[in-house]
C-alpha cells in the first residue's frame, strides 16, 4: 500500500524546487550540492529530532535514500 504524504505535491514540490534552484544561482556543482544538503539533514536531525532517535532516523533515511537511487 502506497504511504500517503501529509503534504500536498504542491508543497512538497515547490520547496524542492527552490532549494535546487538555489544550489543551482550559487553555483554549486554535484559535490559541494551533496556536502550542502548533507549538513542541512545533519542540522534538522540534530536541532528537531531527539538525540535517542537521531541514529535510527538516519539509518531509515539512508536506506530510503539508496531505494531510491536503486529505482531509478
Do not use: W
Not at 18 to 34: C, P, Q
Amino acid at each position: 500500500m502506497p504511504q500517503q504524504s501529509r503534504y500536498t505535491n504542491d508543497e512538497f514540490e515547490a520547496l524542492m524546487n527552490k532549494v535546487i534552484l538555489t544550489l543551482e544561482e550559487g553555483g554549486a556543482n554535484r559535490d559541494l550540492s551533496l556536502m550542502v544538503l548533507g549538513n542541512v539533514i545533519t542540522h534538522i536531525l540534530n536541532t528537531q529530532v531527539s538525540p535517542e532517535n537521531r541514529e535510527a532516523m538516519a539509518t531509515q533515511f539512508a536506506d530510503v535514500l539508496k531505494k531510491s537511487v536503486k529505482n531509478s
